[in-house]
């Protein structure tokens, strides 16, 4: 059995990894609250104008960003966080690229990959080529950030330099799930939308110039909801996870706590012993 002193420094350890712990828990649980509130008011809007970008897509007579193309060369968008300490979130991501990879499609093709959190890309450029890494966006998360970089993604699209976009990230559902989500960026996909001109709109000023605006707009709404989402997942990973780890941290004091109060009764009553042997051995 260890000796007092040891458990006295274990018991103070783990007191002040389970204050560092719980802290933390507090600190992602406040930005939590405004990231949630945040992409719970986003995805109405962002979900209906992608709806429209696919039905005016399917209708439009340029389908530069809408038609399908053999696959050789993909980019795959990986979004995770900066920081560690938030459980499989950033795992999860790595697990769901590795499942993209053996897709029978993607087999063939060469995958390039654009991340969007340090903790992505420092896994995947040991093996993998990066062409950009944006992970500043987290630092000061806005729309006008993001449009930079899906101007630079509709550039590489409509120039051919890639035939798929991808992108992969973490969706908030609540504070104790995420889900992780494969979503198709470019080319806009088209399947089982209905065509705008199979509806009686009446369209102003017309629908070339209205695609013209969508499509841009609706892309960046897309990847910005993505990053968004992330955002929300990463703080309600964090949170569960420090939270696990208090509770643990509490259980691992209480134990060493009893631990420390056996040996230290041992303690007490091996010196009580030994001064009963010494007074019996006097007195003999």
Request: glycine share 2%; proline share 1%.
């Amino acid at each position: 059995m260890a000796n007092l002193k040891e458990i006295r420094n274990r018991i103070s350890s783990v007191s002040s990894t389970m204050q560092i712990t719980s802290a933390m828990k507090m600190v992602s649980a406040s930005k939590l609250k405004k990231a949630q509130d945040a992409i719970t008011a986003m995805r109405p809007y962002s979900n209906k104008l992608s709806e429209l970008m696919r039905g005016f897509s399917s209708s439009a007579e340029d389908k530069t960003f809408s038609k399908k193309r053999e696959i050789n060369n993909i980019l795959v968008i990986a979004i995770s966080s900066n920081r560690g300490l938030c459980g499989a979130f950033n795992a999860n991501v790595l697990k769901e690229i590795n499942s993209l990879k053996r897709k029978e499609e993607f087999k063939s093709s060469k995958i390039h990959f654009l991340t969007i959190g340090k903790k992505v890309n420092d896994a995947l450029s040991k093996e993998e080529k990066i062409i950009q890494n944006e992970s500043s966006l987290f630092d000061n998360l806005n729309y006008d950030e993001v449009s930079l970089v899906v101007e630079k993604l509709m550039d590489l699209f409509a120039n051919q330099e890639y035939d798929h976009i991808e992108i992969v990230y973490n969706s908030f559902k609540n504070a104790a799930t995420q889900i992780i989500k494969s979503e198709q960026f470019l080319p806009i996909s088209t399947e089982e939308v209905k065509s705008i001109s199979a509806l009686n709109y009446i369209f102003e000023p017309s629908q070339e110039e209205i695609i013209r605006t969508l499509i841009p707009k609706s892309l960046k709404m897309q990847l910005f909801k993505a990053v968004r989402d992330s955002f929300a997942s990463e703080h309600g990973a964090r949170m569960t996870a420090m939270h696990k780890a208090t509770d643990n941290a509490s259980e691992l004091r209480d134990e060493l706590k009893l631990t420390y109060n056996k040996a230290r009764q041992a303690s007490i009553t091996n010196e009580i012993l030994e001064i009963v042997g010494g007074a019996e051995a006097l007195n003999g």
